[in-house]
């Protein structure tokens, strides 16, 4: 079974600071594991995605995530908040092959609050 | 390449009355899903069909809930009769493969739709 945490549901920082927001992941299989935006009322868009190739991921709009298999931990952080980041930020896991493949568990969501 | 469509954007129902919505993935894709985003929590999957034969349908509520994708294309979700508990965003999404075999590595990338979003009252 696959599942995902996200710790604190919603995040607030400053534009300009650093944006951290934390995911750990449980999968008993080797994981695919994404990171997905969502601005209000829109669909989920992908970030970025960590699919065994290397631990540090970048994606669009300047975001990054680090794969740790020792912590089972794909933190999402960006150096300078900008006020377009405000929106809801998933993490998903997917299994990388068998029965699990494809089908993405969501977190909960992390609401990330941009201040001037 | 032209986005997962969806349609109604949006949709007030009362209890026990019925409800479809209507999904067109990306063209060429093979698989297709159905996911339920209820307010305050992450996307949950309903069904999963790959192609026009449904891989995985463990979580779609069989009693009133329906599901079919007809020709492999575009696809419709039902529920009837709805419940206040209903009340949520469903999002279809669509990829190239389910299965691995695409070859690249990641090859399957969902791209979801901008949802249709259920109120039940």
């Given at each position: ?22 995911c750990n992941y449980s999968s008993s299989v080797p994981p695919y594991l994404f990171w997905y935006v969502q601005y209000p ?76 | ?116 979003r259920l109120t039940v009252l």
């Amino acid at each position: 079974a696959q599942s995902v945490t996200q710790l604190g549901s919603h995040v607030s920082v400053s534009e300009g600071a650093l944006v951290l927001l934390r995911c750990n992941y449980s999968s008993s299989v080797p994981p695919y594991l994404f990171w997905y935006v969502q601005y209000p009322n829109q669909g989920l868009q992908l970030l970025l995605k960590y699919t065994s190739a290397a631990t540090l991921v970048k994606g669009i709009n300047g975001f990054e995530a680090e794969f740790k298999k020792s912590e089972t931990s794909f933190h999402l952080t960006k150096p300078s908040a900008h006020m377009s980041d405000a929106a809801e930020y998933f993490c998903a896991v997917a299994g990388a092959g068998g029965t699990s493949y494809g089908k993405l568990t969501f977190g909960q969501g992390t609401i990330l609050t941009v201040h001037p | 390449e032209a986005g997962v469509a969806q349609s109604p954007r949006y949709k007030i129902i009362e209890k026990r009355q019925s409800v479809a919505f209507w999904c067109n993935p990306i063209s060429g894709h093979a698989t297709l899903y159905w996911y339920q985003q209820i307010l305050g929590q992450g996307p949950k999957l309903l069904i999963q069909f790959q192609n026009n034969g449904v891989v995985d349908d463990s979580q779609l509520p069989k009693d009133r809930f329906s599901a079919e994708r007809l020709k492999g294309v575009d696809s419709t979700l039902k529920i009837q009769p709805a419940k206040l508990e209903d009340s949520a965003v469903y999002l279809c999404a669509s990829s190239l493969d389910s299965d691995g075999s695409g070859g690249a590595a990641g090859a399957n990338v969902l791209t979801f739709g901008a949802g249709s979003r259920l109120t039940v009252l």
